[in-house]
Structure formats: structure tokens, C-alpha cells
């Protein structure tokens, strides 16, 4: 059996896995997209750092989600539509 070092993660590994600064605090950002790609969800964090999984017609930050697809998720608020993407894509 290999040698765990007390569990941590490799420095080496947690640099590859992780980015400086990637979510910006108080804003909506996207974690990740999950699902079959003509059905997917979203998995986002709020900007009080709350997470939520959202599909297309779901609420969010006062707008609606209106698509989710590949590359990201539209928001529609106020008449105009963002995208929203995963960070540092």
C-alpha cells in the first residue's frame, strides 16, 4: 500500500488543480456543468458563497436561466441576456 503523507494533497497536485483569484467575490460565478448535453444543470456559487444546482427556467440573482449548454449558462435579466462561463475559459 503507498504512503499517504497525513492526507494532504501534493503541492504539485493542488497547483495543477487549482487557480489564484479564479472566483470573484459578490459576483455569480459558474463551477461546473453536469448532465446529458441536450439536458444539462449548473452548478453555480452566489455571490454570498452559497452554491446551487440550476436548469434552464430556474431563478437566479433576479433573472431567469434561459439556456445551459457547453459553454457555459445564459442569464436573462432585465431584457438582457449574459453568458455566463466557467472561470478562466
Do not use: C, W, Y
Request: charge should be positive; hydrophobic fraction near 40%.
Amino acid at each position: 500500500m503507498a504512503n499517504r503523507d497525513n492526507g494532504k494533497t501534493p503541492a504539485n497536485v493542488a497547483g495543477h488543480a487549482t487557480q489564484k483569484d479564479a472566483l470573484r467575490r459578490n459576483r455569480l460565478s459558474l463551477l461546473g456543468l453536469f448532465g446529458a448535453s441536450n439536458n444539462l444543470s449548473a452548478m453555480v456559487r452566489m455571490p454570498s458563497g452559497r452554491t446551487q444546482v440550476v436548469t434552464r427556467g430556474s431563478r437566479l440573482s433576479g433573472g431567469e436561466v434561459i439556456a445551459i449548454d457547453a459553454d457555459g449558462l445564459i442569464l436573462q435579466k432585465n431584457g438582457k441576456a449574459a453568458r455566463i462561463k466557467m472561470p478562466g475559459s
